[in-house]
């Protein structure tokens, strides 16, 4: 290996881990793996970059070719600033900073100081993207802008947020509210989002405000679906006497892999108990209506438990695109 990539791993890699040897006396494996890390990491942000600039593109896109030209908002941070813009005529790139600038300092001090740092710059490229590039305008069919600029929109956070960071900082405030009053994400979103659309309706029009719901569920259906992709997981819990077969059928009907974990049916404080093996996997929701078929032949009478997965690493998992 070249002595600058040497010397690269050991100040990067090796000496983050309190290897304090000479270059000389550290291992070649140590050297050979210190290396491979720091490949990962910088493919990793490569990755991440791309997905980002790809983001922050579809976003201005979705802002200037269908929703800025028709006065149409959308929820969260971008809605803010949308909604500002159309009240006082301030430029929206300054706007989308300034409206930002509190839950980047939630994010660092949240979910550290990358995602800050990925965050801002996420941010700043938004801003600069749409004070600089010329979008054309596309359509003025009102329907029409209010589906398609939320799809952009939508694309633009959720390629953004595969990229390790966000345009649209919402979510950040979401995360640290619920932490501090106990409620859930959702609950929190939803009333910010109240709040937004109401002011639109005041401040705008009643028709507008109802077009800028359509672009909020458009740009949220379409974030759920950049995020989870087309294939979402489903983890499935199975408890049956026959679990020995329901886990052989898995494996080789099913294509997936299994877990087994030790477990008791118990029947009330003081019934029976019976020790068993508890089957788990993860599928997509389109081999649901398989497995069931497979788990009726097998046991009709199985205890079956299904949550939803947002996303999966490994095992025989189908990896998904854009996935990390």
Known sequence: ???????????????????????????????????????????????????????????????????????????????????ISSITKLPLYWLIIIVNIPFMFLGYKILGKSFAIKTTLAIIGLALCVRLIQFPDVTNDKLLVAIFGGIFLGAGIGFSVRGGAVIDGTEVLAIFLSKKFGTTLGDIII????????????????????????????????????????EEYTGVTIISSHFAEIRQMIIEKMGRGVTIYSGKQGYGKKGPTKEMDIVYTVITRLELNKLHSELEKIDPHAFVVMSSVKDTRGGMIKKRPLAH
């Open 191 to 230: 009333a910010i989002n109240i709040l937004i659309f109401s002011a639109a309706a005041y401040f705008l029009s009643i028709e507008i405000a109802l077009y800028s719901m359509i672009t909020y569920l458009a740009a949220s259906k379409t974030l759920d679906f950049i995020i989870e992709g087309i």
């Open 1 to 83: 290996m070249k002595s600058f990539w040497k010397q690269l791993v050991v100040k990067n890699i090796l000496k983050e881990r309190d290897l304090q040897e000479s270059t000389e006396a550290i291992h070649p494996f140590q050297i050979a793996k210190g290396y491979r890390e720091l490949r990962i990491t910088w493919m990793r942000l490569l990755k991440d970059s791309i997905l980002i600039i790809l983001g922050i593109f579809s976003a201005a896109f979705g802002l200037k070719s269908f929703l800025l030209t028709n006065h149409f908002i959308d929820g969260g941070a971008t809605g803010i600033s949308l909604l």
